[in-house]
């Protein structure tokens, strides 16, 4: 029988000063081959060199338009998939072989500026800044897994912490 799932999310990359600045340079060279080609002046922007620049603008958009981090939680397990147009990375981290876990809540200009907070050994599964849960298994290995709606899953983190005392 399938395990009833307590919190499901699904992560993309959403900070929209990224995409902004991406779009804005994509723009950009194609007014400018537009300006070049009107006026006749082809040698100055040829078509290929418009191809050579706008091609990893394009391979960046669609690549974080693909990245997806789906996070599972529930009474036995938490598991983690992060999947972007080429790999599939998973994790599963069974609650009987969890230690600590720490909901951290920073708030979401920490991330622009030094008072972020930084897991150096931690496997870092986000696209959600600083927000989420901090896990320590009994085995040493640290996690910090990203969660864009803390307020649904502080109920669930009371009763996990419950059932790791016991």
């Keep these: 029988m399938a395990e009833k ?32 080609w009107l006026e006749g002046s082809y040698a100055l922007f040829p078509f290929e060199t418009l191809l050579f620049l706008s091609a ?32 599939h990375k998973r994790a599963k981290i069974p609650v009987a072989e969890i230690e600590e876990i720490e909901l951290i809540d920073t708030p979401p200009a920490a ?31 640290e996690y910090f897994v990203g969660v864009s709606n803390i307020q649904q899953l502080k109920p669930l983190l009371r009763k996990l912490k419950k059932k790791l005392k016991s």
């Excluded at 929209?16 to 081959?33: A, D, K, N």
């Excluded at 960046?60 to 147009?85: C, G, N, Q, T």
């Design 111 to 141: 991330q622009w500026v030094g008072g972020n907070i930084s897991f150096d050994h931690a496997h870092q599964f986000s696209l959600q800044g600083r927000r989420g849960l901090f896990i320590r298994t009994r085995e040493g290995e």
């Design 56 to 87: 990893p603008l394009v391979v960046l958009m669609v690549f974080l338009w693909k990245l997806r981090v789906e996070v599972r939680v529930s009474a036995k397990k938490i598991a983690i998939h992060v999947r972007d147009w080429y790999r």
């Design 5 to 36: 799932e307590k919190y499901k999310e699904t992560q993309t990359f959403g900070y929209p000063e990224v995409w902004m600045l991406i779009g804005g340079l994509q723009v950009g060279l194609i007014i400018r081959f537009v300006q070049h």
